[in-house]
């Protein structure tokens, strides 16, 4: 037969045979793979690191921000988290936060970092404000940088501990905290300014674009607890499902109608966002399918078939799957 350059019929049939146990033997490593990686992730924590300062002492104080941290963690709570809530730090004390939660941080968590406040924008870098942040004059620059916190700075620290995931959320570009004098300003006048882009595995939101005013409040009298923002992110976050980035682009649509309602309408908030993940990441994930279940067998052989230009494969298939 090999010299006829024909096939028997045991020929085929032993080819097939051992094309079907390749494919199944495929199929058992692929399902090993996805079984690993679901217990790795299962195995590595969701940390969050929540902090909200509304008590300035020099400067204009907030309303809003601790009731913007402490929903903002019940929820993440409620997601699986393990939140560190903090309320009104001054620089002491929001170092001490940060170097405490950094120490608990372990290789391949998911690290979510949420901060309401004051922040500001400097010479092309964000920081956030602690309670304590001295009142200065425009030229003073250098010193409000060595007692705020950078935004690359955090970043930095969570990526140092290895951590899969991290997440900064930033409530925290409600205004320019320091008069302005004359033509010149303390930082940008409004607004946190674009920042450099951050490391792989990095997700950054910020409640409003580079040089907008993020709204504490829609009003004097505005009843609502959160910010404009928080409001509008918290039932996002609850939402199953929904990967991160449908989140982020959700919010800017949700939050830019809301905001335009204050001020007479011609308010512009347009929530802002940096991805740098190397995969999708849901703070609600849908329902897991079970392993071994008819489904999964069907998709996982279709995957492994799908752009071969053999039609014995297809055929496999369908004799496996005839209702596939």
């Not at 992730?41 to 940390?47: I, Y």
């Not at 204009?60 to 939140?83: M, R, Y």
């Not at 409600?174 to 409004?190: A, D, L, M, W």
């Not at 004097?220 to 199953?240: A, F, G, Q």
Request: with cysteine.
């Amino acid at each position: 037969d090999m010299q006829s350059g024909t096939s028997s019929p045991i020929a085929l049939h032993l080819t097939k045979n051992l094309r079907w146990h390749g494919k199944l033997a495929l199929m058992l490593v692929m399902s090993a793979l996805l079984l690993s990686l679901v217990v790795s992730r299962a195995q590595a924590k969701r940390m969050a690191l929540i902090i909200g300062n509304d008590q300035y002492k020099n400067v204009t104080p907030l309303k809003k921000a601790v009731n913007d941290a402490v929903a903002i963690s019940s929820t993440l709570t409620d997601l699986g988290f393990e939140p560190h809530l903090h309320q009104n730090l001054d620089r002491r004390a929001m170092n001490a936060a940060l170097a405490n939660f950094t120490g608990k941080i372990e290789k391949d968590d998911e690290v979510l970092f949420f901060f309401s406040g004051h922040g500001i924008a400097v010479r092309g870098e964000n920081y956030l404000l602690p309670t304590d942040v001295p009142a200065v004059t425009p030229g003073q620059e250098g010193f409000i940088t060595r007692e705020a916190f950078s935004e690359n700075e955090i970043i930095r620290s969570l990526q140092d501990q290895g951590v899969r995931v991290s997440i900064l959320i930033l409530d925290a570009c409600r205004n320019n905290p320091f008069p302005r004098k004359g033509t010149r300003s303390i930082g940008r006048s409004v607004g946190l300014g674009r920042t450099t882009a951050p490391p792989q595995g990095t997700f950054v939101m910020y409640s409003a674009g580079v040089g907008q005013q993020a709204l504490d409040r829609l009003s004097d009298d505005d009843p609502h607890p959160n910010s404009v923002y928080t409001r509008k992110l918290i039932p996002l976050l609850k939402e199953e499902g929904l990967q991160i980035v449908r989140v982020a682009k959700r919010l800017r649509s949700e939050v830019e109608a809301l905001a335009r309602t204050a001020k007479g309408g011609a308010h512009k908030q347009y929530p802002s966002y940096y991805d740098e993940l190397r995969g999708d990441f849901f703070f609600k994930p849908g329902k897991r399918k079970e392993f071994g279940s008819k489904k999964d067998a069907d998709d996982l052989l279709w995957a492994t078939i799908e752009r071969s230009k053999n039609l014995s494969d297809f055929e496999f298939y369908l004799t496996e799957h005839p209702k596939g």
